[in-house]
Every structure is written in structure tokens, then in C-alpha cells.
């Protein structure tokens, strides 16, 4: 089981561009890395997944160095919404049981 | 949306006492995660059951199980409740193994 390292809290501004960074210096060869966000009450919701290099959907990019020790999730221009905690996750695509949330990042955007 | 149903939504009960909480995965979804989330905490991870098997086992306590149903709604039974089992409870359901997990809005439980 791959462990995760995230910061526990981070503060920025709205419309600037925020990078959270996480450690995974286990990652196995099968493992994949998976972001989600959560509100406040709310169940967390799939953000972004990759196995290397870069992906990109409609709200974040993901980069994944060459060897994959850790990754960082990027959000472009954030606004006040984007308040939440985001969560890395490393799991194994093959076998699910080894996906386990940690404690997150608490993202703060400021006005 | 996101296709996973809980029941109920809330609710409040006495410490010592018995209560089922119950979620329905995604049409098609086989797999079924519990979680634990209380006050300011990360999601603790309980179980996971697979098409009627329980497949992981996370830090659940002995009081608290769970279960699937052939028609893979699943149930979580908590038990001899304690003040501090107070906590918002979410479900998740996988179409595929290691996928994208699917939440449900949770049932907020408080014990008195």
C-alpha cells in the first residue's frame, strides 16, 4: 500500500493558479494516482487520475514526474469555490482494496 | 448526482443502542465502500464489499458490520453506540477496480 504525504493546509488567492503537491514514494508499478475534492458535508468527488507524465481535463492538470514519487495537482485561476480539502490517493487499477483516503489538504482561497 | 443513494439522512440516537445505515450503489456498480468521517477528520475507511463478498477491511470496530445484498444495496450496522461513533458516514460504489469511486451524500449520525 502506497502511503501518501500532502501539506495539511494551504492559503491562496482568488484567480491565481494553485499547485498542491503529494508524496508517494512507494508507489508500486501498477499503482494509479487519483485526486478528489470535498466540501464541507459533502461526499468527495473525482477530480483527476493519471499514471505518468501530464493529464489535463476541464478543471485541473495533473503532473507526474518520470519516476512517479510524487505528483502535483494543479488548478488554474481558483475562486472562491474551490475552498474545499483535495485528497491524493495511489491505488492499485487491478486490485481497488489498496485505494485509501488519507487526510487531505485544506485549500483556502482568499477574495 | 452522483447515483449512490443514503438513508436516511440524518439521524439521532441514544449511546447503546442499534442502528442500520443504507446505501444503494450505481446502476451497474458492483463494488461498495463504507467510510467514517468525523468532526474536522479524513475519511477513515471501514470496509469494501464486491458483488456479495466482503473484498478489504479497513479500521472498523468490532460493533459496527456490514453487509451486500444480491441486489448489491449494502448495510452497515453499528452497534452498542458510544458518543464518539457520532460522525458523518459516506458510501462509495466502483464500476471498475481501482476506478473513480462514486459518493453518496452520507448520513449523519449523532449519538446522545
Known amino acids: 500500500l502506497a502511503k501518501t504525504t500532502q501539506p495539511i493546509s494551504m492559503d491562496s488567492y482568488e484567480g491565481q493558479e494553485v499547485n498542491i503537491t503529494c508524496s508517494h514514494n512507494n508507489i508500486a508499478t501498477n499503482d494509479y494516482i487519483t485526486w478528489y475534492q470535498q466540501f464541507p458535508s459533502q461526499g468527495p468527488r473525482f477530480i483527476i487520475q493519471g499514471y505518468k507524465t501530464k493529464v489535463t481535463n476541464e478543471v485541473a492538470s495533473l503532473f507526474i514526474p518520470a519516476d512517479r514519487k510524487s505528483s502535483t495537482l494543479s488548478l488554474p485561476r481558483v475562486s472562491l469555490s474551490d475552498t474545499a480539502v483535495y485528497y491524493c490517493?495511489?491505488?492499485?487499477?487491478?486490485?481497488?482494496?489498496?485505494?485509501?483516503f488519507g487526510k487531505g489538504t485544506r485549500l483556502h482561497i482568499l477574495p | 448526482d452522483s447515483g449512490v443513494t443514503q438513508t436516511p439522512k440524518h439521524l439521532i440516537t441514544a449511546t447503546g443502542q442499534r442502528v442500520t445505515l443504507r446505501c444503494s450503489p450505481r446502476?451497474?456498480?458492483?463494488?461498495v465502500y463504507w467510510y467514517q468521517q468525523s468532526l474536522d477528520q479524513g475519511l477513515q475507511f471501514l470496509i469494501q464489499y464486491y458483488n456479495g463478498e466482503e473484498r478489504a477491511k479497513g479500521n472498523i470496530l468490532e460493533r459496527f458490520s456490514a453487509q451486500q445484498f444480491p441486489d448489491l444495496h449494502s448495510e452497515l450496522n453499528l452497534s452498542s453506540l458510544e458518543l464518539g461513533d457520532s460522525a458523518l458516514y459516506f458510501c462509495a460504489s466502483t464500476r471498475l477496480a481501482g476506478g473513480e469511486q462514486y459518493f453518496g451524500p452520507g448520513t449523519r449520525l449523532t449519538v446522545l
Open positions: 490517493l495511489v491505488g492499485d487499477m487491478e486490485r481497488d482494496d489498496k485505494i485509501i
Open positions: 446502476s451497474g456498480d458492483l463494488s
